[in-house]
T-cell receptor, first 117, second 116 residues
Framework: QQQVKQSPQSLIVQKGGISIINCAYENTAFDYFPWYQQFPGKGPALLIAIRPDVSEKKEGRFTISFNKSAKQFSLHIMDSQPGDSATYFCAASITYGRHNYGQNFVFGPGTRLSVLP | ETGVTQTPRHLVMGMTNKKSLKCEQHLGHNAMYWYKQSAKKPLELMFVYSLEERVENNSVPSRFSPECPNSSHLFLHLHTLQPEDSALYLC???????????????FGAGSRLTVL
């Protein structure tokens, strides 16, 4: 129930193409779904996040699509660039409120994206 | 310095050694975390400290011992580790969420540990 599944494990895309990474969860109590981006030698950094009350969120070339009934969400990277080459992690958490802290983040295993020039 | 700083960035130790990893956050956050990152596996939460009090310990072996002397510093003391403990150890910090949103984890660059 606490697991977040992520696919594909690795992805190779041509420059200018669309990169799509999919995640699925079981626990319907999750109410916050962030994506983290990690470059080699760096820690993960928050890229974009969504709550289940919306079906899509877009920030620049990055879009999260959310399907609450299917318990799935995905990251779309439009016009993929070589600089987007990194490992991407989806995650899910439950917001308790005022005194919440992030101990309840569940991460997917990651997708290594390579964008070819 | 800004963000979350981890030292050392690389550490090689024998199974009988005792070493420590250090984390410092300059963000004014009130919660700090240790995560273990192994190849092709999800990030594993090890310990959480909120307001300097340990609030989570995910069945981590006793050869890993955390210490949080204040809200800005976090240590992970290591002793008699096993080769399977070789991994990237990530420190993160966050601020307790307010009623309008979830908190965001800010990660350090990690300490790459190799146990021989």
């Amino acid at each position: 129930q606490q697991q977040v599944k992520q696919s594909p494990q690795s992805l190779i895309v041509q420059k200018g193409g669309i990169s799509i990474i999919n995640c699925a969860y079981e626990n319907t109590a999750f109410d916050y779904f962030p994506w983290y981006q990690q470059f080699p030698g760096k820690g993960p950094a928050l890229l974009i996040a969504i709550r289940p009350d919306v079906s899509e969120k877009k920030e620049g070339r990055f879009t999260i699509s959310f399907n609450k009934s299917a318990k799935q969400f995905s990251l779309h990277i439009m016009d993929s660039q070589p600089g987007d080459s990194a490992t991407y992690f989806c995650a899910a958490s439950i917001t308790y409120g005022r005194h919440n802290y992030g101990q309840n983040f569940v991460f997917g295993p990651g997708t290594r994206l390579s964008v070819l020039p | 310095e800004t963000g979350v700083t981890q030292t050392p960035r690389h550490l090689v130790m024998g199974m009988t050694n005792k070493k420590s990893l250090k984390c410092e956050q300059h963000l004014g956050h009130n919660a700090m975390y240790w995560y273990k990152q192994s190849a092709k596996k999800p990030l594993e939460l090890m310990f959480v400290y909120s307001l300097e009090e340990r609030v989570e310990n995910n069945s981590v072996p006793s050869r890993f011992s955390p210490e949080c002397p204040n809200s800005s510093h976090l240590f992970l003391h290591l002793h008699t580790l096993q080769p399977e403990d070789s991994a990237l150890y990530l420190c993160a910090s966050s601020q307790a969420a307010d009623v309008s949103g979830a908190n965001v984890l800010t990660f350090g660059a990690g300490s790459r540990l190799t146990v021989l």
